[in-house]
């Protein structure tokens, strides 16, 4: 047997930015997804998730696999492997895999996908494919648009499989370019605060919100002869906005464009070590995807509201696709105790059920 793990992750800013031609700058983290891998000489395998033991085992064909409600949670990995199927990658045998996962699910940390990486790479290695890890990583979001059917962007996907130690990426989702910047967040750690919200309906809101930006995009292809909300300026949005009829759609849109600006201002002061600024912009992003994009609801806006009162906070926001899941606040080391008790005791007063925190640690992306 082989083991293998696959990071969860944060997104520091650069917020439904993805699929709409923009940048974004999230990191691998600690927390994650392993596997155990034993080869069978069939062309069936068998996956059993030591987290969900109440599923069982689940078992399926290596060719032809198609999604079923029966599979639950097993469609992820699945869908991987039909995707590389798809691709000409088809399997000679199947596999018995074991799952371990310390990620919160469904906390908006991409425990979806930790586990399309994770198989990606468990196949690639194991059948000797020799495919490098922006193509894993591009198949992986492929199982979660098609197989899966939630329309997602790179981001996740991107995160998991190129995650470094200590960096943040700044990947431009336009043309996948990417590099990496090294974090050094002057005596603050990243805490991650979990809303602990059942996730319900993301997906339907996740992909409307995409629709309307698509639709304002088309609008404003009209008049500017562009391929993505990426590539506008914020002066060049705001002197064409009125193009777009719809008033919800230009909100989403005008998010889009300042988020991506937002990003590019954020990294560039963090690497000038302005990590003021850089919290400065993380507080405009979540204003921003409350106000404009409207992705966030009672239980983020609590925590990042409550996170701003804080002494030792330099910035708080909601991170992932939003709705539940969690916020990611950049604060002093000395102040996390105060910073944990005081957000637990006023979120739980005001929603009726207590947040979790993590401290994060920001680790390499997926491997053997
Ligand atoms: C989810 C999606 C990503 C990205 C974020 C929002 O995590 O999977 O592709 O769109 O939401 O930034």
Same mark, same amino acid.
């Given at each position: ?64 696999? %198609? ?69 894993? %990583? ?156 409207? %992705? ?46 005081? %957000? ?25």
């Amino acid at each position: 047997t082989h083991a293998y793990f696959s990071p969860g992750r944060v997104n520091l800013i650069g917020e439904h930015t993805d699929y709409n031609g923009g940048h974004v700058f999230p990191c691998a983290i600690s927390l994650g997804t392993y596997a155990l891998v034993a080869p069978r000489t069939d062309g069936v395998s068998r996956l059993y998730s030591m987290n969900l033991p109440e599923q069982g085992v689940v078992e399926f064909p290596m060719h032809g696999a %198609v999604k079923t409600d029966a599979y639950g949670w097993a469609n992820y990995p699945i869908g991987v492997v039909r995707m590389m199927e798809d691709a000409g990658h088809a399997a000679a045998h199947g596999f018995d895999i074991l799952f371990y996962g310390n990620l919160p699910n469904g906390a908006g940390l991409s425990s979806s996908a930790s586990i399309e990486v994770l198989m990606a790479v468990i196949l690639n290695d194991e059948l000797g494919l020799g495919i490098d890890m922006v193509e894993l %990583v591009k198949l992986a979001q492929k199982a979660e648009n098609i197989f899966v059917g939630m329309n997602c962007g790179i981001m996740d996907q991107f995160a998991v499989g190129m995650g470094k130690k200590d960096c943040a990426i700044l990947l431009d989702c336009n043309t996948l370019a990417y590099r990496y910047s090294k974090l050094d967040l002057k005596g603050c750690s990243i805490v991650i605060t979990n809303t602990n919200k059942a996730h319900s309906l993301v997906t339907s809101a996740y992909n409307e919100r995409r629709m309307q930006s698509e639709a304002a995009l088309k609008a404003l292809q009209k008049v500017k002869a562009i391929q993505s909300l990426g590539e506008l300026t914020d002066a060049e949005f705001d002197e064409n906005a009125a193009v777009i009829e719809d008033e919800v759609e230009r909100r989403r849109a005008r998010h889009a464009v300042y988020e991506n600006r937002r990003t590019l201002e954020a990294v560039d002061a963090l690497e000038k070590n302005d990590v003021k600024r850089f919290g400065a912009l993380m507080n405009d992003s979540h204003v921003s995807l409350r106000d404009d994009y409207e %992705v966030t609801g009672p239980e983020l806006d609590t925590l990042a509201e409550l996170a701003w009162q804080q002494e030792g906070v330099l910035g708080s926001r909601m991170t992932g696709g939003g709705f539940a899941g969690c916020t990611v606040s950049i604060v002093r080391d000395e102040a996390i105790p105060a910073f944990e008790k005081n %957000v637990a005791e006023a979120y739980t007063a005001k929603i009726g059920y207590a947040p979790s925190f993590y401290v994060a640690n920001i680790a390499d992306g997926a491997r053997r």
